[in-house]
């Protein structure tokens, strides 16, 4: 039995890693002298522990001294409401909360324990000695736009049992868009944890450019989001700050347009899109630099099983999550174990091709229309940063293709309502010659931004 802090210290990197927030940063080495917890690190052992941390800084310390110690670490965003956090703290059975400033659950009554930006000296250790005392579950929410959020269990085996240990290249420094209480940035983190490496946190309030900025000033070699994530960096001007070796994408189809952008804004980089899902687990990374992946991934990789059923992505495999929280939630895997993922893909000369979410279609007149594929033609354009495809209803087909459209800097069509009209023609024209007619927007607007969701993904109407 090993915890997250046993790993780390017993590693042959031992404590070299530190935690860089915006305003905080906390060399790893500090906890050797005390806990940021204080006396209510032994306070918390053996408790189903909720953490409603405000800053990455701090969660990002409290799931190190907690793995081993509490018996379940709820991870919640701040972006959860009261309702929700409540209705999660309820599911979860939570019997502590942690928190990094005074909080109010509704309706929950429970202890609540301040951590400190600093670690503090326990009364009576010295020196500071740490004890593993059992497995902890570890609970992520599920980052859907819409409804509630499901809980689904984890250990630290599932979540980092396959990660390497250590890095290609010399002294790595890994940082991410992602808020590290969900799936994809907790990859990252731990990833950067078990391999002694710094870690540079984001922010939800920090501005792309000012987050850009600081990452490049601090070294950073490893990165990783969305492809929303990604069009909004680029979009910002300021991903040139960054001399990265390695740039990874994930939670969002990847399409070729937005892989050669990146290719030729970072040309010494290795541009790798990941597949994974807080559900099923990280299935494959792929680095040849094309969209989609090769079919002979199917056969299996790192004791990783995938196939395709129905048309949508399968995965099997000991990153898979146990379970989903609460008794009034479906069971996690299907027969045999495999997680339907949900995501559609179509075989095309032996490489597979990400076409959507299977509750993402949209039905016009009985054809089904993937909004990620009329998408991938207008990002085509150079002067498209990005866009959406959404529905809109319709008396005589039930619903007809819209999209919005945010172009890139120094286009003049917000101006112009003649090059407007030219470009929205040139647009339209484009779909046409590469989708059928029922694929083709029936209305195209400009729009100065596009919304997403606390996880980074753009918001899709009924995801």
């Known amino acids: 039995m090993t915890s997250l802090w046993d790993s780390v210290a017993n590693s042959s990197g031992g404590l070299r890693g530190a935690f860089h927030g915006p305003h905080h940063s906390l060399p790893l080495t500090e906890l050797e002298k005390g806990s940021c917890l204080g006396s209510g690190l032994e306070a918390l052992r053996g408790r189903s522990v909720l953490l409603a941390l405000k800053t990455q800084t701090a969660s990002a310390v409290a799931l190190l001294e ?32 942690v928190a990094d400033a005074p909080v109010t659950i509704p309706g929950i009554e429970a202890p609540v324990y301040l951590i400190e930006p600093k670690p503090l000296a326990v009364s009576g250790q010295t020196p500071f000695s740490r004890r593993t005392s059992g497995v902890t579950e570890w609970i992520l929410l599920t980052s859907g736009t819409t409804g509630s959020p499901k809980l689904v269990l984890h ?34 983190y731990l990833r950067a944890v078990l391999s002694s490496a710094p870690l540079v946190l984001s922010s939800a309030t920090e501005p792309t450019p000012e987050y ?25 001007g300021a991903a040139p700050l960054l001399k990265p070796a390695y740039v990874r994408l994930s939670g969002e189809v990847a399409d070729q347009v937005l892989l050669d952008q990146l290719h030729a804004t970072y040309p010494h980089a290795r541009i790798a899109h990941a597949f994974a899902s807080t559900e099923a687990g990280v299935a494959f990374d792929v680095n040849d630099g094309h969209a989609g992946f090769p079919a002979e991934f199917l056969d299996g990789r790192n004791g990783i099983e995938m196939k395709v059923e129905d048309g949508t992505l399968r995965i099997r495999s000991q990153r898979t999550a146990t379970r989903y929280l609460g ?19 179509e075989l095309n000369e032996g490489r597979y091709y990400f076409r959507g979410r299977k509750g993402g279609i949209i039905n016009v007149g009985g054809q089904k229309v993937y909004p990620e594929e009329v998408e991938s033609v207008l990002n085509a354009d150079p002067r498209v940063r990005m866009s959406l495809v959404r529905s809109r209803r319709s008396p005589i087909m039930g619903a007809v293709v819209v999209a919005d459209v945010v172009l890139n800097d120094g286009v003049n069509a917000a101006h112009d309502a003649a090059v407007a009209e030219a470009l929205k023609d040139e647009l339209l024209n484009s779909c046409r010659q590469s989708l059928p007619p029922y694929k083709v927007p029936a209305m195209l607007r400009f729009v100065p931004a596009l919304e997403l969701t606390a996880a980074g993904k753009l918001v899709r109407p009924g995801a």
């Open 66 to 97: 907690l793995d081993g110690v509490a018996r379940r670490l709820v991870l919640c965003t701040p972006d959860l409401s009261p309702e929700r956090l409540a209705e999660v703290a309820r599911t979860a059975e939570i019997d502590a909360i």
């Open 155 to 188: 250990t630290l085996a599932s979540l980092a049992g396959t990660l390497p240990r250590q890095t290609e290249g010399t002294d790595p420094v890994w940082s991410t868009f992602y808020d590290i209480r969900r799936y994809g940035g907790l990859q990252i």
């Open 212 to 236: 850009l900025a600081r990452a490049g000033a601090l070294g950073v070699t490893h990165i990783s989001g969305t492809p929303s994530h990604w069009r909004r960096a680029l979009m910002s």
């Open 327 to 345: 008794s009034e939630v479906s069971a996690l895997t299907g027969g045999e174990g495999w997680v339907d993922t949900g995501d559609l893909v």
